[in-house]
């Protein structure tokens, strides 16, 4: 009598033992060009050709600059105590006139017609984002205050009132308030600078929310930190200068310096 065959089938022999290998790391944010000491010049020369080639709405943008600074001025002469919530104001309100000055520029790059009803509309495509964005501002720029308010305090044991002099803020005993007063100044404008520097073009040319774009303006600044010390080394000068004979020079240096800085985010993010 024959056996009976099973027809159960063998177990299957284990698998070959494979190593873990983990994945790479994503890069935080996008991809960035690397940008050479010299990029600074080059954006401010490209810069300067979108105004020369829109000489009619960077006049208008650089005039609401210096009317800006001149109601700074205004006010600081009158009523100083408030000087310090119209700059926060304002501060806000600077970048979103710039984001005019990146459509104009934008426009050129893709040879398309600019005109300064666009130009004031540019925001309305991802008003959510820049809004966003604005708000992220408007409280760096109120802790701003709050802290150049406690210098004051702290300095001057209250709030002093210098009659709308401000050479009396640069008088000899007043060097120690005033190293306090440009140091606290210095370290906001730079964080401002650091989450501001690509973020509103990008805002304005990509279809991404406003913590993408903050990170991506930091890492640009914290991986490439001596273009970009350059290039807010530049923006400051030229700024400075352009206050100096009643903020006048802002109606050709602030168009200026908002093309240019369009120029900087296709630079990096091209």
């Not at 600081?76 to 310090?84: G, K």
């Not at 009803?117 to 966003?132: E, F, K, M, T, Y």
């Not at 308010?149 to 300095?155: H, R």
């Not at 400075?240 to 903020?247: C, H, I, K, N, T």
Request: net charge neutral; glycine share 10%.
């Amino acid at each position: 009598m024959s056996c009976a065959v099973s027809d159960v089938p063998e177990d299957p022999a284990p698998p070959a033992y494979v190593p873990y290998v983990p994945e790479p790391a994503t890069a935080l944010g996008p991809a960035l060009n690397r940008l050479g000491l010299s990029a600074p010049m080059h954006w401010l020369k490209l810069g300067w050709a979108d105004f020369r080639r829109e000489p009619a709405i960077g006049t208008f943008f650089g005039t609401c600059f210096t009317l800006m600074g001149a109601a700074v001025l205004l006010v600081f002469r009158q009523a100083p105590i408030y000087t310090l919530a119209l700059c926060a104001g304002f501060l806000l309100l600077g970048p979103l006139l710039c984001l005019g000055l990146y459509q104009v520029s934008r426009r050129l790059e893709r040879g398309e017609p600019a005109s300064l009803v666009d130009a004031l509309g540019a925001w309305l495509p991802n008003v959510g984002q820049i809004a966003i964005f604005g708000t992220v501002l408007l409280v760096l720029e109120m802790l701003w205050g709050r802290a150049a308010l406690v210098v004051f305090a702290v300095s001057f044991n209250g709030m002093p009132d210098f009659a709308g002099s401000i050479m009396q803020l640069l008088a000899p005993g007043n060097l120690g308030f005033a190293a306090a007063f440009l140091g606290v100044g210095a370290v906001f404008a730079g964080l401002i600078f650091m989450i501001c520097v690509v973020a509103m073009p990008m805002l304005l040319d990509r279809d991404t929310d406003a913590i993408s774009a903050g990170l991506a303006s930091l890492k640009l600044c914290l991986t490439q930190p001596l273009v970009m010390l350059l290039w807010g080394a530049l923006v400051t000068v030229l700024v400075v200068l352009a206050m100096l004979p009643g903020f006048v020079g802002l109606i050709i240096v602030a168009p200026w310096l908002g093309h240019a800085s369009w120029h900087a985010y296709r630079a990096a993010l091209g």
